[in-house]
């Protein structure tokens, strides 16, 4: 199974730092997958502006997306 390194933190802007740091205090989007998504920055911040408006904004309640998240997860057996 291929493996992909996590970057130097301390080597990415503070704003890419900070977006880790969101993902760890709230587990959400995971800071694994972030700290991955950072080895280009452009990803890390296309994924999290779609995140952002996905699942933070919208006007859908979050409960609604969370239950979606997990029948998704379930459907395709996913175990994240």
Not at 27 to 45: D, G
Not at 46 to 54: D, G, H, K
Request: charged fraction near 25%.
């Amino acid at each position: 199974m291929p493996r992909i390194s996590y970057p130097d933190l301390d080597s990415l802007a503070a704003e890419d730092r900070e977006i880790i740091e969101h993902g760890r205090l709230y587990s959400t989007p995971r800071p694994e997958s972030q700290t991955i998504r950072s080895h280009v920055p452009a990803v890390l911040h296309a994924f999290t502006n779609a995140w952002r408006s996905t699942f933070l904004d919208g006007v859908v309640d979050h409960s609604l997306k969370e239950l979606c998240r997990v029948y998704v997860s379930k459907s395709i057996e996913c175990d994240y």
